[in-house]
């Protein structure tokens, strides 16, 4: 298997060349923390706090994760927040799919938008297709319970984060 380095380096291309939105990011944190408290009640605050990040962009994320059915937002004093479904019954490529939505990684992938003349005819555009599935297939295997199978270790750094 060819095993090339995720990035190299090229003087016309800033950070990473694919890259997950922060929407994507601060889901996954959101979800992973509430599988790290489960079955406790967990806050946005506590979230946003322990990860450095906007408790507004956050908020976002939490309303699509509940209008999908992934948590249970529960409103009011002592509301909070806690998975509606299994940590092992969520995969980071069906939350990806939402996140990302639509994941047009180039022109042609939207039929509306695309103006190539080349569509359909082809093969980068055919290869990129088959890359994403690829990419999504990888993390089809990967669950919230995955991502939060070494507990303590997560928690002993989520708290040395809030302390600092």
Same mark, same amino acid.
């Given at each position: 298997?060819?095993?090339?380095?995720?990035? @190299?380096? #090229?003087?016309?291309? $800033? %950070?990473?060349?694919?890259?997950?939105?922060?929407?994507?990011?601060? /889901?996954?944190?959101? +979800?992973?923390?509430?599988?790290?408290?489960?079955?406790?009640?967990?806050?946005?605050?506590?979230?946003?706090?322990?990860?450095?990040?906007?408790?507004?962009?956050?908020?976002?994320?939490?309303?699509?994760?509940?209008?999908?059915?992934?948590?249970?937002?529960?409103?009011?004093?002592?509301?909070?927040? @806690?998975? #509606?479904?299994?940590? $092992? %019954?969520?995969?980071?490529?069906?939350?990806?799919?939402?996140?990302? /939505?639509?994941?047009? +990684?180039?022109?042609?992938?939207?039929?509306?938008?695309?103006?190539?003349?080349?569509?359909?005819?082809?093969?980068?555009?055919?290869?990129?297709?088959?890359?994403?599935?690829?990419?999504?297939?990888?993390?089809?295997?990967?669950?919230?319970?995955?991502?939060?199978?070494?507990?303590?270790?997560?928690?002993?750094?989520?708290?040395?984060?809030?302390?600092?």
């Amino acid at each position: 298997m060819f095993n090339a380095p995720l990035s @190299t380096h #090229n003087p016309h291309v $800033k %950070g990473c060349p694919l890259r997950l939105t922060n929407f994507s990011n601060f /889901a996954l944190r959101l +979800l992973q923390f509430a599988a790290l408290h489960a079955p406790n009640l967990i806050r946005t605050e506590d979230v946003a706090r322990a990860h450095g990040i906007s408790r507004h962009h956050l908020l976002k994320a939490v309303n699509t994760l509940e209008k999908e059915g992934f948590i249970k937002a529960i409103r009011g004093r002592n509301g909070g927040i @806690t998975l #509606n479904r299994p940590a $092992k %019954g969520i995969t980071v490529g069906e939350v990806i799919r939402i996140t990302e /939505a639509p994941l047009e +990684l180039v022109e042609c992938f939207n039929a509306q938008t695309n103006t190539c003349p080349l569509i359909g005819v082809c093969h980068l555009s055919a290869s990129i297709q088959t890359a994403t599935r690829a990419f999504l297939a990888v993390l089809d295997d990967v669950t919230i319970a995955d991502i939060a199978a070494n507990r303590s270790v997560l928690l002993s750094r989520l708290n040395d984060a809030e302390t600092q």
